[in-house]
């Protein structure tokens, strides 16, 4: 059982078993899910709005970038990554 969900195994098959790619894809997404949340709590406070303040508090941005791998709502181009892996 993995105290990690979703698992590490469930995400490498989404990457081919490439443990940079998924760093590299997960990363990329919590960055732009970070940007994102940071506007929506400058939106919040400006509003005055605690319960929105409160909802953007709970998740950290590199599991919900996880959890959009594990759901392959993210991903890559396999024949673009071929390409660029071969230079």
Known sequence: MS???PSID???DKTDNDKYLLCSIASKR???I???MRGQR????A???ATQIAQLAGRKPL???MEEVDRDEIGYNHQV???QRAL
């Open 3 to 5: 105290l990690m969900q």
């Open 10 to 12: 469930e995400l490498l």
């Open 30 to 32: 919590a960055r732009d």
């Open 34 to 36: 970070n940007e994102m």
């Open 42 to 45: 400058n939106r919040a406070i």
């Open 47 to 49: 509003l005055q709005s």
């Open 63 to 65: 599991s919900l970038a």
């Open 81 to 83: 990554f071929a390409e």
